[in-house]
Nanobody
Framework: VQLQASGGGLVQPGGSLRLSCATS????????MDWYRQAPGKQRELVAT???????NYADSVKGRFTISRDNAKNTVYLQMNSLKPEDTAVYYC????????WGQGTRVTVSS
């Protein structure tokens, strides 16, 4: 299974970005779909999760600012990121889980003025 992450870039504080993670397989076949991030010198951390039943969960640091969603027809999961802060700067990875886990290649987000 291949995951293709995209949508990263450079944005000013307070700005928005939408990340996408697309797969060629039906996303209904996955139990859990996540976004993680890894900032320079830090461990990878879980940012947001959406389940097959569309239950969502967020890290405290992004609650109220980030929204994870899915488009079943496009087999794509999104991460809408609003009110971005410099501390959101990281490489963002999508991960899908169906008993095994699959990772996207990462997309870099830089929040800076």
């Amino acid at each position: 299974v291949q995951l293709q992450a995209s949508g990263g870039g450079l944005v000013q504080p307070g700005g928005s970005l939408r990340l996408s993670c697309a797969t060629s397989r039906s996303i209904f076949s996955f139990y859990i779909m996540d976004w993680y991030r890894q900032a320079p010198g830090k461990q990878r951390e879980l940012v947001a999760t959406i389940t097959r039943a569309s239950t969502t969960n967020y890290a405290d640091s992004v609650k109220g600012r980030f929204t994870i969603s899915r488009d079943n027809a496009k087999n794509t999961v999104y991460l809408q990121m609003n009110s971005l802060k410099p501390e959101d700067t990281a490489v963002y990875y999508c991960r899908f889980y169906d008993g095994g886990e699959y990772w996207g290649q990462g997309t870099r987000v830089t929040v800076s003025s």
